[in-house]
């Protein structure tokens, strides 16, 4: 349904239906599907420029998003945040790189006490903002249950991330004593079995994934070469799971072309949000 989504809210900027922009998270869908089954009702989540798929995974309201990135009546926030600026019960998402960590080790330090914790996705490029690195080191010191979920694209905006990170993921996390772990795997179940035990063990965690943005950075800015995008269309979940499950996939996918298709019907009939 996330793919639907986005594929759509692309056709329908292309079509000028939409203002402002927006950033798809084409190819990196499966991160927030695989870790939203092990949040409880009142842990939090810290979201990203990237983060339609974040709020789509938690809230299943693809009415109320579009309505908020459209500017329609009964949008998220009602117009006010856009694409970028969500906030729904402890569902909150930033544009500005960097600025939810340290938000969010500030919400694990008080959901300590309840055995909560506060989620917070993060790409590669972010780990160029000081904020970060101050975030962690509380999040250390003060041993909350602060989870960061590296979505590790190996690209920011343009910049492919042998021009902008020294070192690794890997280290960083082991320089502030954070336990660490790392999937090349797409596979959601594989992925919720290994970090089922760990996810609430009320200490910090980085989970990095190795993943790919498949679209353009924003809408028409992508300026990787067309062999570049074929090879990372090749580790496409989607196209993965259609040949795996071909049935299942094509029942899935025609419900979920459905749903958009009538959030696209509804929204655009509303009023402009007031
Ligand atoms: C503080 C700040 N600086 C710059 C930007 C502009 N900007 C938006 S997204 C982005 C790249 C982000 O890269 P990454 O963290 O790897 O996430 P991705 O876009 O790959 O998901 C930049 C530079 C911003 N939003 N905030």
Not at 15 to 25: F, L, S, V
Not at 65 to 87: D, P, T, Y
Not at 204 to 212: H, Q
Request: glycine share 10%; net charge negative.
């Amino acid at each position: 349904m996330i793919r639907r989504f986005e594929e759509a809210l692309l056709r329908l900027f292309g079509e000028g239906m939409i203002d402002g922009t927006t950033h798809t998270c084409l190819g990196q869908e499966y991160v927030p599907v695989a870790l939203t089954p092990l949040l409880a009702e009142g842990d939090y989540v810290f979201s990203n420029h990237r983060g339609h798929g974040h709020y789509l995974a938690r809230h299943q309201d693809p009415v109320a998003l579009l309505a908020e990135i459209m500017g329609r009546a009964g949008g998220v926030c009602e117009g006010v945040g856009g694409s970028q600026h969500l906030h729904q019960e402890t569902f909150f998402s930033t544009g500005v790189q960097g600025e939810s960590l340290p938000l969010a080790v500030g919400a694990a330090l008080h959901l300590k006490r309840s055995g909560g914790v506060a989620l917070a996705y993060i790409g590669d490029g972010t780990f160029g903002a000081g904020a970060v690195y101050e975030a962690l080191n509380m999040a250390s010191l003060w041993d909350v249950p602060v989870i960061v979920a590296v979505e590790n694209n190996r690209i920011a905006q343009t910049t492919p991330i042998g021009k902008h990170m020294a070192g690794s993921v890997r280290a960083r996390a082991a320089a502030f004593d954070i336990a660490y772990r790392h999937f090349e795997t797409q596979d959601l179940p594989v992925i919720r079995n290994e970090l089922a035990p760990v996810f609430r063990s009320g200490s910090p965690l980085i989970i990095e994934f190795d993943t790919v943005r498949l679209g353009p950075h924003s809408k028409g800015d992508d300026t990787r070469d067309e062999a570049e995008l074929h090879a990372l269309r090749q580790r496409d979940w989607c196209a993965a799971y259609e040949t795996a499950f071909p049935e299942l996939f094509a029942e899935i996918d025609a419900r979920a072309r459905r749903t958009v298709q009538n959030a696209i019907a509804e929204v655009v009939s509303r009023e402009p949000a007031s």
